[in-house]
């Protein structure tokens, strides 16, 4: 199926464990982003690549990692989750402008 | 202050109102301006993308940019119950690559 997909879609984890979201798109979309959503501070950029081998990081980047070995793929890893980073996190692509488009999203709980 | 001022709302109008979201902002380098609409437990998805001032209509969905108030809104005529959701504005500085500045949404209900 075209699109932007994000796996999983929920996932619960303890703290300390690392966990890794998974962003997947079929339009070969130059840039891709990671951006998590919480009550009151909205959406907040986390890394962004602008392609394959290039990432920088975003807003909030602390205790997260990023790869981008192939265009289709920007997968997001928490190295040592923490209760602070229960959130909700979108991947979005773009290609050269016009805005972005968003995936489902993965609903994230560290307990 | 924040980049990106959005009332959260909640805003409940009845069936058939025109609704009216707004955002303001304080970096005049903006330049390029954005709507998304959010259901509940999906991603954010693309209504109007503006560039500078002036107005955009698609369908029932009018965009209204006036950078001298650095203002801008969305307006909803004719709101059905399905338009109930979140309203993202969102804005950058250039085309191209651009780092994209979110409000942090207006939820709107309407009412049958």
């Known amino acids: 199926d075209a699109g932007i997909t994000q796996s999983p879609r929920y996932k619960i984890t303890e703290t300390g464990r690392q966990v890794t979201l998974m962003c997947h798109q079929t339009?070969?979309?130059?840039?891709m982003f990671w951006y998590r959503q919480d009550l009151g501070h909205g959406l907040r950029l986390i890394y962004y690549?602008?392609?394959?081998?290039?990432?920088d990081k975003g807003e909030v980047p602390d205790g997260y990692v990023v790869s981008r070995s192939k265009t289709e793929n920007f997968p997001l890893t928490l190295e040592s989750a923490t209760r602070s980073q229960t959130s909700v996190y979108f991947c979005?692509?773009?290609?050269?402008?016009?805005?972005?488009?968003f995936g489902s999203g993965t609903r994230l709980t560290v307990v | 202050q924040k980049e990106v001022e959005q009332d959260p709302g909640p805003l409940s109008v009845p069936e058939g109102a025109i609704v009216s979201l707004n955002c303001t902002y304080s970096?005049?380098?903006?330049?390029?301006f954005m709507w998304y609409r959010q259901y509940s437990r999906k991603g954010p998805e693309l209504l109007m993308y503006?560039?500078?001032?002036g107005n955009k209509e698609d369908g029932r969905f009018t965009a209204q940019v006036d950078k001298s108030s650095k203002y801008i809104s969305l307006f909803i005529r004719d709101s059905q119950p399905s338009d109930s959701a979140t309203y993202l504005c969102?804005?950058?500085?250039?085309?191209?690559?651009?780092?994209?500045?979110f409000g942090t949404g207006t939820k709107l209900q309407v009412i049958p």
């Open positions: 969102a804005m950058s500085e250039s085309g191209g690559y651009q780092k994209v500045t």
């Open positions: 970096n005049s380098a903006f330049q390029y």
């Open positions: 503006t560039y500078s001032s």
């Open positions: 979005a692509s773009s290609s050269s402008g016009g805005g972005y488009t």
């Open positions: 690549s602008a392609a394959a081998d290039i990432t």
């Open positions: 339009w070969s979309h130059s840039y």
